[in-house]
């Protein structure tokens, strides 16, 4: 009786979620993450902190980390247990070092308005040039590179240079296959190219004609003379000489051509017209002292154009100088600031489009400036 009292379940025993409600909840903190480094209107306080934060200090490297929690969360929910976990973390981990030092060595090349990598990838890749010199730092970060995925995915080196490879190496399949078939096509057509005569040359009006054929009529019978003696035959006054044929040709080559018209060309494709705001410029300048007001809102193909009317006794170096500080309040990848625009007296500062417009030739052919110039 004993034996059987023991061995019974214990029906007050609750099962343990605390894995789940993890697992949720790192998921939740993933997706937040991703709206706030993205997605302006959907940052709050919190929000806003934490993107300037991560923005700051990883720039746009930042999204890793939003994927990391999703996954995590993932993993957590399912119940899927990943061996070797926190090797595979380090690994991870060195892995993003490595990136970021290589992003911001390839990105100063380029001189860029603010690093990609943030300042933690500013500062490693600075020690790595410092110590190891730009192309040694480039070695440096991409062996970091490869002994991160070494870690992370539990392959070995010869697996992950034929990872690497594979897609190089079925890309030149893929060419050799091209060029074959059309090799194959060109030698089948080649006996069907029909060669075109040389075109004629234009004749002088005063030399006569070398190689023009006289056509002459089928024979008439003999009309007799009239009273004077003259024939009535009129055939030979109405025959073309070879200076009448040459000048006709002349005449049919110095014909106007007609231009092919626009509607042979496609339109450009609708799309939707940004209506930018400048508070958000405004609150960037105000926040680092300066007082300046956008009087006018250029928006072109590529980039828009905030024209600001600075107050008198104000510097414009003071705002050149924040180029970069402007560009990571305002989310771009790089600014451009004009002091003063070229014929008044205001600052531009240029910011690049989220999707840029798409102009055809037809629109440029069809526009005002084009159809109106006396060129």
């Not at 595979?88 to 290589?102: E, Q, R």
């Not at 000048?247 to 626009?262: D, F, I, V």
């Not at 960037?284 to 300066?290: C, D, E, K, P």
């Not at 500062?349 to 037809?362: G, T």
């Amino acid at each position: 009786m004993s034996k059987n009292k023991n061995n019974k379940p214990d029906s007050n025993e609750q099962p343990d979620h605390s894995a789940d409600i993890a697992g949720i909840l790192l998921v939740a903190a993933g997706l937040m993450m991703t709206l706030w480094l993205n997605w302006e209107p959907a940052q709050g306080f919190i929000g806003k902190n934490i993107a300037a934060a991560s923005y700051y200090l990883f720039g746009w490297v930042s999204n890793v980390f939003s994927l990391l929690l999703v996954v995590s969360g993932a993993l957590l929910i399912a119940k899927i247990t990943v061996p070797n976990f926190w090797k595979k973390l380090g690994g991870l981990v060195l892995l993003l070092l490595s990136a970021s030092a290589a992003v911001h060595l390839f990105a100063m090349s380029r001189n860029p308005r603010i690093s990609p990598a943030g300042k933690v990838g500013e500062i490693l890749g600075i020690l790595l040039k410092n110590l190891l010199g730009r192309k040694g730092s480039f070695v440096a970060s991409f062996a970091g590179v490869l002994a991160a995925f070494i870690m992370a995915f539990d392959m070995g080196a010869m697996s992950l240079f034929r990872a690497m490879a594979y897609p190089f190496v079925k890309a030149a399949a893929g060419c050799n296959f091209i060029l074959s078939l059309l090799k194959k096509r060109l030698t089948a057509v080649s006996g069907d190219i029909v060669r075109p005569r040389p075109a004629s040359k234009t004749l002088s009006s005063g030399a006569p004609p070398k190689n023009i054929v006289k056509i002459r009529k089928a024979h008439k019978p003999d009309v007799p003379a009239d009273d004077d003696g003259n024939s009535s035959d009129a055939d030979d006054d109405s025959e073309p000489s070879g200076n009448e044929i040459a000048s006709g040709e002349m005449q049919s080559a110095n014909n106007e051509y007609l231009l092919p018209g626009t509607n042979m060309l496609i339109k450009s494709p609708r799309q939707e017209k940004e209506s930018p705001e400048p508070k958000p410029l405004e609150e960037a300048l105000s926040s680092f002292g300066i007082n300046a007001e956008v009087s006018d809102i250029v928006i072109g193909p590529g980039v828009i154009r905030y024209e600001l009317s600075v107050p008198a006794g104000q510097k414009i170096s003071a705002i050149q100088s924040l180029s970069n500080d402007i560009a990571m309040q305002l989310r771009a990848e790089s600014i451009r600031i004009l002091a003063p625009i070229p014929g008044k007296a205001a600052v531009g500062i240029e910011v690049p489009r989220a999707h840029r417009e798409k102009i055809n030739i037809r629109e440029l052919l069809e526009s005002d400036s084009f159809t109106m110039t006396p060129a």
